[in-house]
Antibody, heavy 118, light 110 residues
Framework: EVQLVESGGGLVKPGGSLSLSCAAS????????MHWVRQTPGRGLEWVSS????????YYADSVKGRFAISRDNAENSLYLQMTGLSPDDTAVYYC???????????WGQGALVTVSS | QSALTQPPSASGSPGQSVTISCTGT?????????VSWYQQHPGRAPKLIIY???KRPSGVPDRFSGSKSGNTASLTVSGLQSEDEADYFC??????????FGGGTKLTVL
């Protein structure tokens, strides 16, 4: 069974940093493009970042470009999101997902809540 | 990249059909056949129910169907059931380096 489990969420002050992890099981991360998507009550779902199977291609939404960094460790079957320069607008539930590049996201994790507040 | 436009709410009685629209532009919905639909129950992660405009993943009932005309994609739920009450989101490829979502539609089964 494919499972994605996010961790690392929490409360951080504006301007701070936080790192999210996503542990994959039930499949081998190698060969799959992976994504981060966030969700807020007011703004719905928002694509954040994508990374191809070999990390050769990485993409970011304009809203996080220059502040967030996606990475993966295929040997550890894990996906990461390093977030810096956080603002209250980054407050959201962050999901990791497996799916085709810029197409359907077939499996999602349960999400990790990130709250940016002083 | 602007979000795709969905009606905030939709409703129907059990057994009826309801259609949810998702309007974009020629740079996303109208330009690619990579429109997807997701169902999300409260407190749960989104679940893929339609991909590539019309295709259904294994296990998704055929009561769910997708279509597209020009810059607008649509999700139709036929034979409404109580468990269909959920939020529905569309997404589309918006070029080689971007994915865009709709604002979501809350479907109520009356």
């Amino acid at each position: 069974e494919v499972q994605l489990v996010e961790s690392g969420g929490g409360l951080v002050k504006p301007g701070g940093s936080l790192s999210l992890s996503c542990a994959a099981s039930g499949f081998t991360l190698t060969g799959y493009t992976m994504h981060w998507v966030r969700q807020t009550p007011g703004r719905g779902l928002e694509w954040v970042s994508s990374i191809t199977s070999d990390s050769a291609f990485i993409y970011y939404a304009d809203s996080v470009k220059g502040r967030f960094a996606i990475s993966r460790d295929n040997a550890e079957n894990s996906l990461y999101l390093q977030m810096t320069g956080l603002s209250p607008d980054d407050t959201a539930v962050y999901y990791c997902a497996r799916g085709k590049l810029m197409a359907e996201l077939e499996y999602w994790g349960q999400g990790a809540l990130v709250t940016v507040s002083s | 990249q602007s979000a795709l436009t969905q009606p905030p709410s939709a409703s129907g009685s059990p057994g009826q059909s309801v259609t949810i629209s998702c309007t974009g532009t020629s740079s996303d919905v109208g330009g690619y056949n990579f429109v997807s639909w997701y169902q999300q129950h409260p407190g749960r992660a989104p679940k893929l129910i339609i991909y590539e405009v019309t295709k259904r993943p294994s296990g998704v009932p055929d009561r769910f169907s997708g279509s597209k005309s020009g810059n607008t994609a649509s999700l139709t739920v036929s034979g409404l059931q109580s468990e269909d009450e959920a939020d529905y989101f569309c997404s589309s490829n918006a070029g080689s380096s971007s994915l865009v979502f709709g604002g979501g539609t809350k479907l109520t089964v009356l």
